[in-house]
């Protein structure tokens, strides 16, 4: 089991940059690959970022190829993701997910994630 809270959303204007951090506790967080996927309104959740559990590899949608980019820190227990030149359709709830997996690729289905958190708010205005 592991418990994985959001931080960091917010009003930006267009062009501007955030960083939503994902703290974790419970079970060994190196041991779990993480995951960014984001809702809008009206919209099925979409997957952003992954990061494998080594943090050794990541993949992107390709709307936030080059923008936004994800890491950990094992030692802090704690997934970020940076997000720069943001645009108003990155406007969505943001979660963090938590996989048991330890498969070297990133996990980028978010039917392979068991552990979610509670989202966080990311609006952008034009």
């Known amino acids: 089991q592991v418990q994985l809270v959001e931080t960091g959303g917010g009003l930006v204007q267009a062009g501007g940059s955030l960083r939503l951090s994902c703290a974790a506790s419970?079970?060994?967080?190196?041991?779990?690959?993480m995951g960014w996927f984001r809702q809008a309104p009206g919209k099925e959740r979409e997957f952003v970022a992954a990061?494998?559990?080594?943090?050794?590899?990541?993949d992107y949608s390709d709307s936030v190829q080059g923008r936004f980019t994800i890491s950990r820190d094992n030692a802090k227990s704690t997934v970020y993701l940076q997000m720069n030149s943001l645009r108003p359709e990155d406007t969505a709830v943001y979660y963090c997910?938590?996989?048991?997996?330890?498969?070297?690729?990133?996990?980028?289905?978010?039917?392979?994630?068991?552990?979610w958190g509670q989202g966080t708010q990311v609006t952008v205005s034009s």
């Open positions: 997910a938590a996989s048991v997996s330890i498969s070297i690729a990133p996990i980028t289905s978010k039917y392979d994630y068991a552990y």
């Open positions: 419970g079970r060994t967080f190196s041991s779990y690959a």
């Open positions: 990061i494998n559990w080594s943090g050794g590899r990541t």
